[in-house]
């Protein structure tokens, strides 16, 4: 394993988005300590930031201190795994196709935006955008697997084609926004507007029985749907614990958005 630790803390961005397990993974220590990564408008060597120390022959990296202004941490990632030990900033995992991205903290705004696969766990929160498309871009997800124990804010899946994201805690606005594919599960309470512009996918809304639903939204039936017993055990076998795969457990089924292609699906608790 290679580990890094920033030596101090920095409040200029720290651009991460180089030091990925396949291009460090035949590198030397030496060879390491000489990439270089922008730090503000400057480009510096790691080793000025960075204590870096192991190897990653076995394409497992490890981060220890205050990254919350780091950039892109994982970015187009294909194998291997990243432990971050704190705080890890924005565009986690950004374009990423494999491997595995573990943050014990909290991560910054487009937490596995555009991702095509692999894992990200954030032990912690998330900011806008989980899962979602950059600014200008047509797509979000369009594989992989996002799990969020914390809260996450606004445009959850924004734009997403395929893939999973979970949030055990609370969920901002415009979750699942003119998502066209894919699975969002939102464990908690829901900000406003959920499922918004939705042309296909599936957004689950787990406890949140009160959940403001857009009028363009029709009610379709009660169910117990044997595929989010499904998608719960799935979960599980990631260590997300939710209550999906409860025994006959009801839900009530709606589908839009109509303003677009109204095949979404959006279940609600059976509270409602």
């Not at 998502?179 to 507007?193: E, F, K, P, Q, S």
């Not at 599936?202 to 499904?230: E, I, K, W």
Request: with cysteine; glycine share 16%; hydrophobic share 40%.
């Amino acid at each position: 394993m290679l580990t890094l630790s920033l030596k101090s803390h920095s409040t200029l961005p720290l651009e991460l988005s180089e030091i990925i397990p396949e291009i460090v993974r035949e590198k030397s220590l030496a060879e390491v300590a000489k990439l270089k990564m922008w730090h503000g408008r400057v480009q510096v060597a790691l080793a000025e930031l960075f204590s870096i120390s192991g190897s990653a022959t076995d394409q497992q990296l490890e981060f220890s201190g205050d990254l919350s202004t780091a950039v892109g941490i994982g970015a187009n990632m294909k194998s291997g795994k990243i432990r971050v030990h704190g705080n890890a900033g924005r565009e986690v995992g950004l374009g990423m196709s494999g491997g595995e991205i573990e943050v014990t903290g909290n991560v910054g705004d487009s937490p596995g935006a555009e991702m095509h696969g692999g894992i990200i766990r954030v032990q912690g929160s998330a900011g806008n955008f989980v899962g979602g498309a950059r600014v200008g871009s047509t797509r979000g997800m369009t594989g992989g697997t996002i799990l969020v124990l914390g809260n996450a804010r606004n445009g959850i899946g924004s734009r997403m084609r395929r893939g999973l994201i979970a949030v055990a805690g609370n969920a901002g606005e415009l979750v699942g926004h003119n998502m066209l594919a894919g699975t969002i599960v939102i464990n908690c309470a829901c900000g406003r507007h959920a499922g918004a512009g939705m042309k296909r996918g599936t957004l689950c809304l787990v406890h949140d029985s009160d959940a403001q639903l857009l009028p363009t939204f029709r009610y379709a039936c009660r169910t117990n749907s044997p595929m989010l017993g499904m998608l719960g055990r799935q979960l599980q076998s990631l260590g997300f614990e939710n209550q999906l795969g409860e025994t006959n457990r009801q839900w009530q089924q709606f589908n839009g958005d109509f303003l677009a292609s109204g095949r979404g699906e959006l279940f609600v608790a059976s509270g409602r």
